[in-house]
């Protein structure tokens, strides 16, 4: 029998032709469902036990083992906890770069490893060296999941195997799923945080945290424009939920969470809404070495553009970029990913840029 | 009968075996409802003759269905099926009253029960309730004692009558004593009607729930039907139907459709009893031979047992992954009730009697109904055994005696 690899699976399209292809590469495969959060919220069930069971289905078919791992205390703890003390402290985090830091790359990998598996596996669009730390982007451009994986320690890819990172298409992965007779491939493709799916954030905050109220102010103004329910549900650059009654339509620039104030403009250009910098905190680098200062280019939100940048590392954690042309304000919190050609290197925290309170301290 | 080398011959090359999660509309009732989405589609409350025909028609409906257990239609309750019916039983009880139930009931049995002070009888290793079991916990507060007729998973017959003979002690000790408080026995029938006599004295209970959808009929249709001696309170507040207990205008297709399904089990019972429990012990024999470590559960005694209901267990292997090996070659067949399935618990039915968590997670319920062959059966057989061949061999677990 071929190399043994453990392969995450989560009942998706994606981890599913992972599993074939893996196996017609020879090697021995695993299946693992990491069940991470079964909780139901408010008009929305959690689908998880479906998505065991379109996981066991596949697995079935490919007469491979499935077992499921009770990663909840990890995930809560990780995950959850660290996305609701984020928005608590108005911040805007990313929950999946945790998730893979801490439970796809972390349990699963560790226990995996512990196990005795030569490899661990998961669906994502990513590509890898195997025996190098090397992290590369995927072949689909549209897809690639980098953006997720920068906090990974690197020497994990070297024993990582990225079965559909090459495939240049999403569409190539569903015809590859049909032919194979997988019977997932219409499945549709899951977006959005998984534990929360289309009940939104709004609805996930409200059930831990009460609603405040509290005053919209106008950031060139000053001005009192209405009332918000909670600064911590509010995010840069968000229109929706604002309530000022009519007028033109106000983009919140900022928040302010210990005040409980939201402040908003109405005016695009505002020079509020555009950076030319950004402050980066919590660095992590693939390789475990910072970057050399220089020229890369960043990426601030899943599969957004890829800016050119100039970087800077202040000290051991954190960082400065520049950019070339002034680009939106990113919300505290989310993620900046650097990237040398198709390599990653690493990434940080966005911190606030706090010059754009100061008139109001 | 034997079980067949080699895939046997099939019309249709698909068997269904899990009628107890839902059973197919009988033609009959389809050609019988019809006519109420369309041209007989009026308001049974509304004032001009069209609609008072419906109404009319709801009511001989109720009649049938009245008819059947052995009943008065004015005591006939229609619901939109039998888990509002049993929640309609439970809100017959005063706040403080306590309540018996057992450990194999239906979630929405026990989900009511949870609401209340409630003793939840233990079972035997078959599945009964000992009537001895029912009497030692009656409390003086005690005002409910729900137990259904047939168990839906593991196919056991409850001692109804004798449990029923235990609650007539209890009262007339009651009404000796002063004691005021009412005591009712409800009996949840829904898996049991297609097969046994429901009728409502023999049984001597003082609540019933039928379910349509077990009967070859629609879903979300269902009845209680309660005693004279009974106080129905209303889940569902409006425009004061079914006697102001459960307002809402009438499904009147559905209504139609329970009537034309119950009269039909009725007239078939008997006859078709019989030949689903041949049909069901040939299945039993073809596996146990095949597989002498297979374990079936409920009674052993064929008279204390649904007549379509087969619950047997691989231990070793995964019912899940058998489920899914068998609906590539066609078969549908359950694992334990449907809604724990989706929750990987073990089922709480199989828990109470004992089984193993081995045994529990290798469990397959088959259950046969009208629309069930011999060929079925056949092909069924040899299907299962392909299955579990297959996982066995997978797993390394061995059937050699």
């Given at each position: 029998?071929?190399?043994?690899?453990?392969?995450?699976?989560?009942?998706?399209?994606?981890?599913?032709?992972?599993?074939?292809?893996?196996?017609?590469?020879?090697?021995?495969?695993?299946?693992?469902?990491?069940?991470?959060?079964?909780?139901?919220?408010?008009?929305?069930?959690?689908?998880?036990?479906?998505?065991?069971?379109?996981?066991?289905?596949?697995?079935?078919?490919?007469?491979?083992?499935?077992?499921?791992?009770?990663?909840?205390?990890?995930?809560?703890?990780?995950?959850?906890?660290?996305?609701?003390?984020?928005?608590?402290?108005?911040?805007?985090?990313?929950?999946?770069?945790?998730?893979?830091?801490?439970?796809?790359?972390?349990?699963?990998?560790?226990?995996?490893?512990?196990?005795?598996?030569?490899?661990?596996?998961?669906?994502?669009?990513?590509?890898?060296?195997?025996?190098?730390?090397?992290?590369?982007?995927?072949?689909?451009?549209?897809?690639?999941?980098?953006?997720?994986?920068?906090?990974?320690?690197?020497?994990?890819?070297?024993?990582?195997?990225?079965?559909?990172?090459?495939?240049?298409?999403?569409?190539?992965?569903?015809?590859?799923?049909?032919?194979?007779?997988?019977?997932?491939?219409?499945?549709?493709?899951?977006?959005?945080?998984?534990?929360?799916?289309?009940?939104?954030?709004?609805?996930?905050?409200?059930?831990?945290?009460?609603?405040?109220?509290?005053?919209?102010?106008?950031?060139?103004?000053?001005?009192?424009?209405?009332?918000?329910?909670?600064?911590?549900?509010?995010?840069?650059?968000?229109?929706?939920?604002?309530?000022?009654?009519?007028?033109?339509?106000?983009?919140?620039?900022?928040?302010?969470?210990?005040?409980?104030?939201?402040?908003?403009?109405?005016?695009?250009?505002?020079?509020?809404?555009?950076?030319?910098?950004?402050?980066?905190?919590?660095?992590?680098?693939?390789?475990?070495?910072?970057?050399?200062?220089?020229?890369?280019?960043?990426?601030?939100?899943?599969?957004?553009?890829?800016?050119?940048?100039?970087?800077?590392?202040?000290?051991?954690?954190?960082?400065?970029?520049?950019?070339?042309?002034?680009?939106?304000?990113?919300?505290?919190?989310?993620?900046?990913?650097?990237?040398?050609?198709?390599?990653?290197?690493?990434?940080?925290?966005?911190?606030?840029?706090?010059?754009?309170?100061?008139?109001?301290? | 009968?034997?079980?067949?080398?080699?895939?046997?011959?099939?019309?249709?090359?698909?068997?269904?075996?899990?009628?107890?999660?839902?059973?197919?509309?009988?033609?009959?009732?389809?050609?019988?409802?019809?006519?109420?989405?369309?041209?007989?589609?009026?308001?049974?409350?509304?004032?001009?003759?069209?609609?008072?025909?419906?109404?009319?028609?709801?009511?001989?409906?109720?009649?049938?269905?009245?008819?059947?257990?052995?009943?008065?239609?004015?005591?006939?309750?229609?619901?939109?099926?039998?888990?509002?019916?049993?929640?309609?039983?439970?809100?017959?009880?005063?706040?403080?009253?306590?309540?018996?139930?057992?450990?194999?009931?239906?979630?929405?049995?026990?989900?009511?029960?949870?609401?209340?002070?409630?003793?939840?009888?233990?079972?035997?290793?078959?599945?009964?309730?000992?009537?001895?079991?029912?009497?030692?916990?009656?409390?003086?507060?005690?005002?409910l004692v729900s137990i259904e007729l047939a168990n839906g998973e593991i196919g056991t017959i409850q001692p109804i009558r004798e449990i029923s003979q235990v609650l007539a002690k209890e009262r007339s000790r009651r009404l000796a004593a002063g004691e005021t408080r009412p005591l009712h026995l409800h009996v949840d029938a829904s898996q049991a009607a297609a097969y046994l006599s429901v009728n409502v004295s023999s049984l001597g209970v003082d609540m019933l729930t039928l379910s349509a959808a077990k009967l070859s009929?629609?879903?979300?249709?269902?009845?209680?039907?309660?005693?004279?001696?009974?106080r129905l309170r209303p889940l569902v507040l409006g425009g004061g139907q079914e006697g102001g207990v459960r307002s809402g205008t009438e499904n009147v297709a559905g209504v139609i459709g329970f009537a034309c399904a119950l009269a039909l089990a009725d007239e078939t019972r008997t006859d078709e009893a019989k030949r689903v429990s041949r049909l069901r012990d040939q299945l039993q024999t073809l596996l146990c031979t095949e597989f002498p470590q297979m374990i079936v559960s409920g009674p052993k005694n064929a008279k204390?047992?649904?007549?379509?209901?087969?619950?047997?267990?691989?231990?070793?292997?995964?019912?899940?992954?058998?489920?899914?090996?068998?609906?590539?070659?066609?078969?549908?067949?359950?694992?334990?009730?449907?809604?724990?399935?989706?929750?990987?618990?073990?089922?709480?039915?199989?828990?109470?009697?004992?089984?193993?968590?081995?045994?529990?997670?290798?469990?397959?319920?088959?259950?046969?109904?009208?629309?069930?062959?011999?060929?079925?059966?056949?092909?069924?057989?040899?299907?299962?055994?392909?299955?579990?061949?297959?996982?066995?061999?997978?797993?390394?677990?061995?059937?050699?005696?």
């Open positions: 029998m071929g190399e043994l690899v453990y392969l995450g699976m989560s009942g998706g399209v994606d981890s599913a032709l992972s599993a074939a292809l893996l196996l017609e590469a020879g090697y021995n495969v695993k299946a693992i469902y990491m069940r991470n959060w079964s909780k139901d919220l408010p008009g929305f069930k959690c689908p998880w036990a479906d998505d065991l069971a379109d996981a066991e289905r596949v697995c079935v078919t490919l007469g491979i083992d499935l077992d499921v791992w009770d990663c909840e205390a990890e995930y809560k703890a990780t995950v959850v906890d660290y996305l609701l003390d984020a928005y608590e402290h108005g911040r805007t985090p990313n929950p999946d770069v945790m998730c893979n830091q801490t439970v796809k790359f972390g349990t699963f990998a560790e226990r995996a490893f512990a196990e005795g598996a030569d490899f661990v596996a998961t669906g994502h669009y990513a590509q890898n060296v195997p025996g190098t730390k090397k992290l590369l982007r995927a072949a689909d451009a549209h897809k690639d999941q980098t953006y997720f994986l920068w906090r990974v320690p690197g020497y994990l890819f070297e024993r990582t195997l990225f079965p559909i990172g090459h495939i240049a298409t999403k569409a190539e992965v569903r015809a590859l799923c049909a032919e194979r007779g997988l019977g997932i491939e219409t499945k549709p493709d899951s977006d959005g945080i998984c534990f929360i799916g289309p009940v939104g954030l709004r609805t996930f905050l409200l059930d831990t945290f009460q609603k405040k109220q509290g005053d919209v102010i106008e950031w060139e103004t000053g001005k009192v424009l209405g009332t918000h329910d909670g600064a911590f549900l509010f995010t840069v650059g968000q229109r929706k939920g604002l309530n000022i009654g009519g007028g033109p339509a106000r983009y919140v620039v900022a928040t302010d969470t210990l005040k409980n104030v939201v402040y908003v403009t109405s005016d695009l250009n505002c020079p509020a809404l555009w950076t030319r910098h950004m402050e980066l905190s919590d660095m992590h680098w693939i390789s475990g070495e910072p970057a050399a200062n220089g020229r890369y280019v960043v990426r601030t939100r899943h599969t957004g553009a890829l800016v050119p940048v100039t970087f800077t590392l202040t000290d051991n954690q954190c960082g400065f970029i520049e950019f070339d042309q002034p680009v939106k304000t990113v919300a505290a919190g989310q993620s900046a990913v650097l990237y040398d050609g198709q390599e990653v290197c690493g990434g940080g925290i966005i911190e606030a840029d706090k010059g754009i309170l100061e008139q109001f301290m | 009968m034997h079980m067949p080398s080699v895939k046997p011959e099939h019309p249709t090359g698909n068997v269904y075996l899990d009628f107890a999660a839902a059973t197919p509309m009988d033609p009959r009732v389809v050609d019988a409802m019809i006519p109420y989405f369309t041209e007989k589609f009026y308001n049974p409350s509304a004032p001009y003759a069209l609609s008072r025909q419906v109404r009319d028609e709801v009511e001989r409906a109720r009649a049938v269905l009245a008819h059947a257990i052995g009943a008065r239609p004015g005591n006939v309750v229609l619901t939109a099926g039998a888990t509002e019916a049993n929640n309609l039983a439970f809100a017959t009880i005063s706040e403080d009253a306590h309540v018996i139930v057992d450990a194999i009931e239906h979630e929405s049995v026990l989900a009511c029960a949870g609401i209340f002070s409630h003793k939840t009888l233990r079972v035997e290793a078959d599945g009964r309730v000992d009537p001895e079991r029912v009497a030692k916990a009656l409390k003086p507060e005690t005002e009929g629609p879903k979300q249709v269902g009845l209680l039907w309660a005693s004279d001696d009974v204390l047992r649904l007549p379509n209901l087969l619950h047997v267990s691989f231990p070793g292997l995964e019912a899940r992954r058998l489920v899914i090996l068998l609906e590539r070659l066609g078969v549908s067949v359950g694992t334990g009730s449907a809604c724990a399935a989706s929750k990987m618990q073990i089922s709480h039915v199989l828990e109470a009697i004992g089984a193993s968590r081995e045994v529990a997670a290798g469990s397959l319920r088959l259950t046969l109904g009208r629309t069930t062959t011999e060929d079925d059966i056949l092909y069924a057989a040899w299907a299962i055994a392909e299955a579990v061949k297959q996982e066995s061999a997978r797993v390394g677990v061995t059937w050699e005696n």
